[in-house]
Every structure is written in structure tokens, then in C-alpha cells.
């Protein structure tokens, strides 16, 4: 019994505001406590699947949508974690299934007998769930594998959210026949959230360009906006950061093709260049975070470069800095921290590749440098340093670009009549 409450659910919830109070005091107090009004039903009943329980792009924009749609949705995740806890804070109905081996399964790797014994009792037991639904809305890769199977016994429609570039820079030659047979055999339609993402996926399956639809993600600006009024010099002792450097922040994960290695390396060219790194290593990549403190080492820079870890609040940490880099060295399916580092009102470097360039026009409301080119992202750093004019001009019109293309009213209204639209064809195909 002892052990039943160490590892409850609301036991991890519990320690998790902890946690999030000891990293941003008075985070918790600022949301409070209460769950926002249940919104009216509206749509479809929708089973929604996501393989995470942890708050990357795909769950934050995930819960975005779950704001709006919870009221017709149940959410099952594959992976306890702060996602599930967010889920709890907004009220959303969601559960917990174990994946088991399949947790251990990564986009380069292979599939072990176990990993195939999970997954067809995970297929299971969503067909079981899905008979109560209208259709099964799927967030991520994997979720979309056990959607496929199951939608086919449970003979329900399949909505997959793509929000990856499914091609051998992401994913293993296995995991690309996966994700090509899966998506044919049993997914319905497509919501891909770039052309990046669209073409890639056309490309590897032969799906057709009415069965694939691009919507771009949305962001809200509330959370930027409440700060306006903030300094960042308060800002900045919050998180513990020098009050006068020049601060150039990376927002992601830490993980080998996000390329925060070049940014220390350009910082390395840059003697008065402070680097503030927000994100952990989720998925297995601790050793890329050991070597990322080995670069600071090497380069005698532990006085300049920050590690804030997982930071849930990711509007205060922008405003605290003066440039939010993105520095991915292979093509991003979409960019979420470059719309967010326009809504913080930063102006924003980025690699030129994948969905990348379907948000920013070089020199209009960002600045773009090749992937992997450390000397071009240390320069284009050392141009926005240098001119002041440059960084207004980019922050005003990459806001405008942010709250123009990727509000996330037309966001969520986009995937609820998707999935309206889905459910309703299946439904006139049994007639």
C-alpha cells in the first residue's frame, strides 16, 4: 500500500509542481490551482494517442489542442511524466498505458521480439478504447503505429498529426518501412505541420496531396505578452544569469542533431558571448550533454555558458535573453522555439533547412545561416551584436509574422474539422 501511494499518480503530480515552484518560484501560485471551465462539446468523440510523457514540441502542441477539445477527447499516453501531470492541470481526461520494451525503441534503432509483444497487446487495448470513439487522433510516431493497427480492429478512421521529416536523417531504414506500411495500412488522413514535413512523407508512402493536409503549429502569445511589463534584469536574477552579458539562448532538447555543440562553438569565437542552454537530455542523450560540458571545459568557458536544465516556463527565459538561437544540423520539421522567440520579441538565428524556411525570410524577420556551420552562426551572432537597427526591425516584423501565421485559434479550429471531417466520411462509408 506503501509503495501504491510512493507511486501514485497524484504523488507524481504533487512532486512535479514541487519541482516546478523550486525552478521558477511562484510559477504555481501565478496559474493557481483551479482548472479552467470545461469547454462546450464540440466535434467528434476523439481517442487522442501520444508515445510521451515528457513536454516536448509534439505534447506542447498537443496540449494546446487540448485546451479547446477536452471536453470530447480522451487522451492515453504510452509514458508517465510532466505531460500527464499538464493534462491533469487542464483537466483533460487521459490514462496511462504501459509500453514496456517499446519505451526502448529509438527512430535509429531496430525492434526486439518484446518491443513487438508490447506493442500488439498495446493494440489491444486502444482497439478496446476506441470503440467508444469516433475516431483516434495520433500525436506522434509510435503512437501512430498502434492507431493504424488498432483503427483497423476497431474499425474506427485515423488522424495522424505528423511532426516529423520521416527520412533517413531521423529515422532507421526499419523504422521508415514502419512508418510507410503502418500509415498505409491504416491511417486515414494526414495533418503535417510543415510542407517540409508533407513532402517527406509523400515521398516515402505515395500518399496523395488531398490526403495530406498542412497546418503550421500555433503558439499562443499570451504567456510572452504577461511579461511585457517585466525588466530583464529581474528576469535574468530569477535564473540566476549575469545582468549585463550579451545572452544568446537555445531552447530544445539537449540531443546531438539540435546542434547546441555549434553554438558553443561560435560563442568560442566570441570572448564577451554568454550561452544559455534550456533543456535536458530526454531521450537516452546524456552522453551528448557530457559533451557538451566537455566543449565548455576545452574552451575555458564555464564562467560564460549556462545549463538551466528543463525550464517549463520558456517565455520568461526568452525574455531574459538578448538572441534566441536555433541550431539544428539537420532539417527541423517545423521550428516551434523560432515563433516563440518571436513572440518573446527576440530577434532570432536559424538554420536554413526543412520547415525552417516556411516561417523565416532572411533578413525580414530573422536571420538564417546554413546547418552546421559554426563560423556562419558565430557571424550572423556578431551582425545582430553590432547593429542595433537590424534586431528592432527583425523583432517587429518576426512578432507580426508570429501572431499572423501561427495563432492558434485557426491552428485548433484547422485539426477539429479534420477530424470532424474524417469521422464524419467514415460514418457515411458504413451507410
Request: net charge positive; glycine share 8%.
Amino acid at each position: 500500500r506503501a509503495n501504491a501511494e510512493r507511486f501514485s499518480a497524484e504523488t507524481f503530480r504533487r512532486r512535479f509542481l514541487d519541482y516546478v515552484e523550486a525552478a521558477l518560484p511562484g510559477a504555481t501560485a501565478q496559474r493557481g490551482t483551479a482548472v479552467a471551465p470545461m469547454p462546450p462539446a464540440r466535434g467528434p468523440a476523439t481517442l487522442v494517442l501520444d508515445q510521451s510523457g515528457v513536454l516536448g514540441g509534439a505534447e506542447l502542441s498537443l496540449l494546446e489542442i487540448m485546451k479547446h477539445m477536452r471536453a470530447n477527447a480522451d487522451v492515453v499516453l504510452f509514458d508517465d511524466g510532466p505531460f500527464r501531470a499538464a493534462l491533469d492541470e487542464i483537466g483533460a481526461r487521459v490514462d496511462v498505458l504501459d509500453q514496456g520494451a517499446l519505451a526502448g525503441v529509438r527512430k535509429q534503432g531496430g525492434v526486439s521480439a518484446g518491443a513487438l509483444k508490447q506493442l500488439f497487446s498495446l493494440v489491444r487495448d486502444v482497439a478496446r478504447r476506441a470503440r467508444r470513439a469516433e475516431v483516434i487522433y495520433a500525436n506522434t510516431q509510435r503512437a501512430m503505429v498502434v492507431a493504424a493497427l488498432a483503427g483497423r480492429l476497431a474499425r474506427k478512421p485515423v488522424v495522424w498529426h505528423l511532426r516529423d521529416i520521416v527520412s533517413g536523417d531521423h529515422f532507421g531504414s526499419k523504422q521508415l518501412m514502419a512508418i510507410k506500411y503502418c500509415a498505409r495500412f491504416g491511417v486515414t488522413r494526414v495533418i503535417a505541420n510543415s510542407d517540409a514535413s508533407a513532402q517527406a512523407f509523400r515521398a516515402l508512402t505515395g500518399f496523395t496531396p488531398q490526403h495530406v493536409d498542412v497546418v503550421f503549429n500555433g503558439i499562443s502569445a499570451e504567456p510572452f505578452d504577461a511579461l511585457d511589463t517585466a525588466s530583464q534584469a529581474a528576469l535574468r536574477a530569477r535564473f540566476g544569469l549575469p545582468e549585463h552579458a550579451w545572452l544568446v539562448g537555445s531552447f530544445s532538447r539537449l540531443a546531438h542533431w539540435k546542434g547546441q555543440h555549434l553554438l558553443l562553438e561560435a560563442a568560442a569565437r566570441h570572448p564577451d558571448m554568454h550561452v544559455v542552454l534550456v533543456g535536458a537530455p530526454l531521450f537516452g542523450e546524456d552522453e551528448y550533454a557530457a559533451q557538451l560540458h566537455e566543449i565548455v571545459a576545452r574552451h575555458g568557458m564555464n564562467d560564460r555558458v549556462h545549463f538551466l536544465g528543463f525550464q517549463r516556463d520558456v517565455a520568461a527565459c526568452m525574455k531574459a535573453v538578448d538572441v534566441v538561437a536555433h541550431t539544428s544540423i539537420t532539417p527541423e520539421p517545423f521550428g516551434r522555439v523560432i515563433v516563440e522567440g518571436m513572440l518573446a520579441r527576440r530577434p532570432v538565428v536559424a538554420a536554413r533547412a526543412g520547415g525552417v524556411v516556411e516561417i523565416i525570410e532572411d533578413g525580414e524577420n530573422g536571420l538564417l545561416c546554413e546547418p552546421g556551420n559554426a563560423a556562419a552562426l558565430a557571424d550572423a551572432l556578431a551582425t545582430l551584436q553590432r547593429d542595433a537597427a537590424l534586431r528592432e526591425r527583425l523583432v517587429a516584423s518576426g512578432r507580426a509574422t508570429a501572431v499572423r501565421r501561427f495563432g492558434t485559434e485557426t491552428y485548433v479550429e484547422r485539426v477539429e474539422k479534420i477530424l470532424a471531417d474524417t469521422a464524419k466520411a467514415a460514418k457515411a462509408k458504413k451507410r
